[in-house]
């Protein structure tokens, strides 16, 4: 069975969240939105996250912005999220190992794609070690 995984962006994040999806097929993906590059305020897919975190149907995501950063800080408004925004995969590693972060931030204007890749792979395969 595949593992369940959500996902979501504001407008500045969607070209990277559909090629994230497109290239790890592997993944059951709960796409969240948004669905194109109108302008939508990220907030509402941050909590929308949060809100499947907390209802259990997801334990993990992944949100996307122009930066990663604005996304991050909706999401850790709610104590069942700890996203990490991670620029490079040393960060998906040790935020996995060390905080047991469940939603991994990427910014689309900030980090290349094949980076983002490795990002991802790294976050979504590495054990908290407690």
Aim: charge should be negative.
């Amino acid at each position: 069975m595949k593992r369940k995984i959500a996902i979501a962006s504001d407008h500045g994040g969607f070209s990277y969240k559909q090629a994230i999806q497109n290239h790890f097929e592997d993944y059951d993906w709960l796409d969240l939105g948004t669905d194109s590059t109108e302008s939508v305020d990220y907030p509402d897919f941050a909590h929308e996250m949060a809100e499947r975190i907390r209802g259990g149907e997801v334990d993990t995501g992944i949100l996307i912005c122009g930066t990663g950063i604005g996304i991050s800080i909706a999401a850790n408004r709610h104590p069942e999220v700890r996203s990490a925004l991670c620029t490079d995969a040393t960060m998906a590693r040790l935020t996995r190992q060390h905080n047991n972060a469940n939603v991994l931030a990427l910014g689309e204007r900030i980090i290349g794609l094949e980076s983002v890749f490795d990002i991802v792979e790294t976050f979504l395969n590495t054990e908290f070690e407690g």
